[in-house]
């Protein structure tokens, strides 16, 4: 159907017509926009998830790094107290309690 103007329609079916190719032809611009809009929406919400992913992985590495790194206290059954910074022997304090 060829482009009318609203004041070359004679009756209303013409009428309808327009304003229904009108409406579709809108309804496919408004659709192609949404669908566009949520191309880069997915494509910033993908970036987000990659910088809190890598955060993620950082901070647990680093978390892993200072408990290897950091010197332990440990206590047996009979209260004795020793050391391990794992870059020695044990080192025995004796026991807490003289009794």
Same mark, same amino acid.
């Given at each position: 159907m060829d482009e009318k103007?609203?004041?070359? $329609?004679?009756?209303?079916?013409?009428?309808? =017509?327009?304003?229904?190719? =009108?409406? $579709?032809?809108?309804?496919? *611009?408004?659709? =192609?926009? $949404?669908?566009?809009? *949520?191309?880069?929406?997915?494509?910033?919400w993908f970036i987000a998830f990659l910088v809190t992913l890598a955060a993620l992985v950082a901070t647990n590495a680093a978390w892993l790094y200072v408990w290897q790194s950091y010197?332990?206290? *440990?206590?047996?059954?009979t209260g004795?107290?020793?050391i391990n910074t794992g870059?020695?022997?044990?080192?025995d304090y004796g026991t807490e309690n003289e009794n």
């Open positions: 103007k609203l004041e070359d $329609v004679q009756n209303w079916n013409d009428a309808e =017509r327009m304003i229904v190719q =009108r409406l $579709v032809e809108s309804n496919d *611009s408004l659709a =192609r926009s $949404v669908v566009e809009q *949520s191309k880069a929406a997915t494509k910033k010197e332990y206290v *440990s206590q047996d059954g004795l107290n020793t870059t020695q022997e044990n080192i």
